[in-house]
């Protein structure tokens, strides 16, 4: 069954326990962090304090996302405050395999997340270390964004890369995802679907969080 992981960059920053708690009471599988540096992409979010408080609120798995330049410095770090799954942009690893396997010594899922312009085809070599593979649908950075199209093909062709080669990762999109693209988005092959501002601005968030449970779950069943 897909996954419904509401994104932390969305929420009131004011109110971040309230948003771990309402993902805790909610549908929601887990909860998607972004880390941004201000140096891979054009912004700054969340350093370890924070994601250890939210770790300490939210009783679902944290799935991060390390939007961030040289991310092999800080990984056992995040490990320590409560990541789940690690994941890292193709575009900041030159040395990904390497990374890839430092992530997994650590006993947590390792990811690998490519930026709206990067060809699915480039992580040929890799699907079978990983366990997840983060397909970004807006360019990473900033939420609220449109959601890109030509996504949908880079999840099909994905997906029947991770056939071919037998690998165990599952399909995440991240960016412009809701109601509305949820039921097309599993249909051809996601599993995981972070959702932000379409769960944090919605008038009932954990309501929209159960619409977008109930979206996956009848194209599931199709």
Known sequence: MPLIAP??????????G???QLINESEADWFHVD?????????????????????????????VHLMMVEP????????EVGAAVVTVHYE???HLHRTIQQIKATGVKA??????????SLLKEILPDIDLVLIMSVNPG??????????YNKVREAK?????????????????VGPNNATQLVKAGAEVLVAGSSVFKAENPMAQISLLKEATRDSFMV
């Open 111 to 120: 990811g690998v997340a490519l930026n709206p312009h990067t060809p699915v």
């Open 160 to 176: 029947r890369m991770i056939l071919e080669c037998n690998s165990k990762a599952v399909i995440e999109i991240d960016g412009g």
């Open 72 to 79: 092999e410095k800080y990984i056992e770090r995040f490990v």
């Open 35 to 63: 880390v941004m540096d201000g140096r891979f992409v054009p912004n700054i979010s969340f350093g370890f304090p924070v994601i250890e408080a939210v770790s300490e609120t939210c009783h679902k798995p944290l799935d």
């Open 7 to 16: 994104s932390l960059l969305a929420a009131n920053f004011n109110e971040l």
């Open 18 to 20: 309230k948003a771990a």
């Open 92 to 94: 900041a690893c030159p």
């Open 142 to 151: 900033f939420g609220g964004q449109k959601f890109i199209e030509n996504t």
